[in-house]
């Protein structure tokens, strides 16, 4: 079941991801959760939809963009 969150995309998501992936310290789940792309679980729990936000940063061009330590 998708959570009633908006989701971040194409350039604001770009930049959301520019501006703040520092403050999640490397929690990708808290960054995919933030952006609105959390969704709920059968167990009731939010987790990351891991998928569609590849997908979003993809259309958004940010993935060529990413500075990967």
Known sequence: MTRDNRKLT???LA??????R????GNGDA?????GYGIEGDDGKEKCNFKA??????K???LN???ID
């Open 10 to 12: 194409g350039l604001e």
């Open 65 to 67: 963009n990413l500075d």
């Open 31 to 35: 960054f995919c959760m933030a952006a």
């Open 22 to 25: 520092d403050e999640f310290e």
């Open 60 to 62: 958004a061009g940010a």
């Open 53 to 58: 936000l590849v997908e979003a940063l993809a």
């Open 15 to 20: 930049d959301y991801l520019k501006r703040h």
